[in-house]
C-alpha cells in the first residue's frame, strides 16, 4: 500500500519514489515567494545509482513515500562470490560485494549483526552497529615519557584498518570503535 505526502511535508532523509525511481531528501527548503504558490526546494540523491538533482515542487503536489524493509543479518564469512551474511529468523543466505559494502569492509567479523535495507525484494543498503569490538593486532610499544592524554599512536585492527588510539593501548586488547567515525571509543574491560 503506498503512502503519499504533500511536498511541504518531506523531511530530509525521508526515502520517496520520483520519476519511477528511490530517492533520498539530502535537503528541503520551503519557499514563499511573494507572487504564486508556496515551493519545497529539494535536493534528492539516487538512492540505487548515487547520483543528485535538486527539484522544485509544489506544496501541495503529492510524493510517494517509499516504504523500505529491514532485515537483521549475521555476516559469517567471506569468498571469491563476495560477503556472506545470513537471515537470523528464516536462515537464508545472500552474498554481497565489497562495493556494496563500502568502509564497512574494515569493521564486518564474523558472528556480527547487521541490518540490511531492502527496495523491491532487492538489497540497497547496509547499517553497521553503532561500536564494534576488535582486537589490536599491531601497534608502537608504549612511550615511556608520554602521559595517558598525551599524543595517540597508530594501531592496525583484526581487520586491517588502522585508527589511531591513546598510548597505553597494546597488542592483543580489544577496544570499542565507532563505526560512523572510525574512531577508538574505549578500551574493552575483560
Not at 515551493?39 to 517509499?66: H, P, S
Amino acid at each position: 500500500m503506498a503512502v503519499y505526502l504533500n511536498a511541504g511535508q518531506l523531511k530530509v532523509g525521508y526515502n520517496i519514489i520520483y520519476d519511477k525511481q528511490l530517492y533520498r531528501v539530502m535537503t528541503m527548503d520551503r519557499v514563499k515567494p511573494g507572487k504564486g504558490g508556496a515551493y519545497a526546494q529539494v535536493k534528492l540523491r539516487n538512492v540505487i545509482q548515487g547520483n543528485q538533482t535538486d527539484v522544485r515542487l509544489r506544496t501541495e503536489e503529492k510524493v510517494e513515500r517509499a516504504v523500505l524493509e529491514q532485515t537483521e543479518m549475521e555476516y559469517l564469512y567471506e569468498d571469491p562470490a563476495g560477503f556472506c551474511f545470513m537471515n537470523s529468523e528464516n536462515y537464508e543466505q545472500i552474498f554481497l560485494n565489497g562495493e556494496f559494502i563500502g568502509d564497512n569492509v574494515g569493521y564486518l567479523i564474523p558472528n556480527i549483526k547487521v541490518r540490511i535495507e531492502y527496495f523491491d525484494g532487492k538489497p540497497i543498503g547496509i547499517e553497521m552497529p553503532r561500536v564494534v569490538e576488535l582486537t589490536i593486532e599491531e601497534t608502537d610499544p608504549v612511550m615511556k615519557t608520554a602521559t595517558i592524554t598525551s599524543s595517540p599512536k597508530h594501531a592496525r585492527l583484526e581487520t586491517g584498518i588502522s585508527i589511531m588510539v591513546p598510548q597505553f593501548i597494546e597488542v592483543g586488547e580489544k577496544v570499542r570503535v565507532d563505526t560512523a567515525e572510525g574512531k577508538y571509543v574505549e578500551r574493552v574491560k575483560q
